[in-house]
């Protein structure tokens, strides 16, 4: 099975980095997602790992541990538009359904 | 856009009924995926076909059947509704690449149980 943990709330200042962090224990692993989801708003993509390390995508990075069932999300200068929950996913390994499973959210609120 | 269109938006209805939502997936993408996400919920994995047969499911309850058509839209039915039931309804796709496993939502489809 899979087990997500990740922090309910987190509050920072306009123009700050944030960064959310993502543990999981898994019976096997095929990458990793996050998520960004706006109140009433379908989910949106934000970041895939598969190997280790850290991807980068303009304001928003994400970094993978395998080894430590460990992610985190980085979000840069941050805007009030970023209010928003951040969802890790986790992908099963090849050969099982494909679904993905999701952590319960942490819910960033972005302050002036 | 996802290009994941989901109807009906908004659907009020009383205990003890019956109600079908509808998905249609992003042209080419062969898996449907169903995921209901209560109040102050995760997103819960209900059910997923893959080209018109169940491929896996999750905490799908019996009252909840599901299926996919040759067309490849895909319609949830949820019976002998609950108040708890009050969900929103997403449903998602992917393409057939096994190594690709970005979802794609549709915005969803909320029911109110009263």
């Known amino acids: 099975g899979q087990n997500i943990d990740q922090p309910t709330e987190m509050t920072a200042t306009e123009g700050a980095i944030v960064q959310i962090n993502c543990t999981y224990q898994t019976s096997g692993f095929n990458g990793l997602f996050w998520y960004q989801q706006h109140a009433g708003e379908a989910p949106t993509f934000l970041s895939y790992n598969v190997l280790d390390g850290l991807e980068e995508k303009g304001r928003f990075s994400s970094f993978l541990s395998r080894s430590k069932g460990y992610s985190y999300l980085l979000l840069k200068e941050l805007q009030m538009k970023d209010s928003a929950s951040y969802l890790c996913?986790?992908?099963?390994?090849?050969?099982?359904?494909?679904?993905?499973?999701f952590g319960s959210g942490t819910q960033l609120t972005v302050l002036p | 856009d996802s290009g994941v269109t989901q109807t009906p938006k908004h659907l009020i209805t009383a205990t003890g009924q019956r109600v079908t939502l509808r998905c249609s997936p992003r042209?080419?993408?062969?898996?449907v995926y169903w995921y209901q996400q209560s109040l102050d919920q995760g997103l819960q994995f209900l059910i997923q076909y893959y080209n018109g047969e169940e491929r896996a499911k999750g905490n799908i309850l019996e009252r909840f059947s599901a299926q996919q058509f040759p067309d490849l839209h895909s319609e949830l039915n949820l019976s002998s509704l609950e108040l708890g039931d009050s969900a929103l309804y997403f449903c998602a796709s992917k393409s057939g690449d096994p190594n690709t496993g970005e979802l794609f939502f549709g915005e969803g489809s909320r029911l109110t149980v009263l």
């Open positions: 042209s080419g993408d062969l898996s």
């Open positions: 996913a986790v992908l099963p390994p090849s050969g099982s359904a494909r679904q993905l499973t």
